[in-house]
Every structure is written in C-alpha cells, then in structure tokens.
C-alpha cells in the first residue's frame, strides 16, 4: 500500500535545470519528514536534500547548496527537487525517501524505485 513514485528524471545539459517530483501514498505524508538521496555507479548512495514534515526547515549536502532546492505540498502528498545549474557529477539515480517516528520509538523509512538523472553534454 505505501507507495513513492518519483518522476521528472532524464538527460540534461551542463548548466541546465531539471525538477524531480515523488507522489507518495498509502501512509500520513504530513507527519514524515522527506528527503532525496542520489547513487552514482559503483558508489554509496548519499544525502542531498531533507525537509521537515511541515517544511519549515531544510538542509543540503555541501555540493548542492546554492543550485538545488527542495520543497513539499502536503495538499498533494508530493516533494520536489528543483535542480539548477546542472554539473556532470550530478548523474545518479536519485531516490525519494520517507522518515517518520512512531510514539518516540519505532522507526518508519520509505523508499521510491528511483529516476535517473544524466547530465552530460
């Protein structure tokens, strides 16, 4: 039942913009926090953007800040990744994903298939 279909992904010029979405349901979108993570080939997937479950806070990892920006619609259960000024380091599989807490004591983590994102000139 819990669902995370992310979209928006494709080839991309250097320089270029691209903006991911990630349609979520089967779960209470507002009380999870949401981030996106990215994997390159042969590589650990890492943190590139988190939002607060009432997007009031945000954060980045070091190499976006500046060029991305992530936002939520909780009317829509959906979350976004706004991507500017594309670099070829960029390309990955970039992933949506949900955490949220239980009573202080369980953990709920939620993952979507994932979308290829390709810059390259």
């Known amino acids: 039942q819990v669902q995370l279909v992310e979209s928006g992904g494709g080839l991309v010029q250097p320089g270029g913009s691209l903006r991911l979405s990630c349609a979520a349901s089967g779960f209470t979108f507002s009380s999870y926090a949401m981030n996106w993570y990215r994997q390159a080939p042969g590589k650990e997937r890492d943190l590139v953007a988190g939002?607060?479950?009432?997007?009031?806070?945000?954060n980045y990892a070091d190499s976006v800040k500046g060029r991305f920006t992530i936002s939520r619609d909780n009317a829509k259960n959906t979350v976004y990744l706004q991507m500017n000024s594309l670099k070829p380091e960029d390309t990955a599989v970039y992933y949506c994903?949900?955490?949220?807490?239980?009573?202080?004591?369980?953990?709920?983590?939620?993952w979507g298939q994932g979308t290829q994102v390709t810059v390259s000139s």
């Open positions: 939002i607060t479950s009432a997007g009031s806070n945000t």
């Open positions: 994903n949900a955490f949220g807490k239980i009573f202080g004591v369980a953990v709920r983590n939620y």
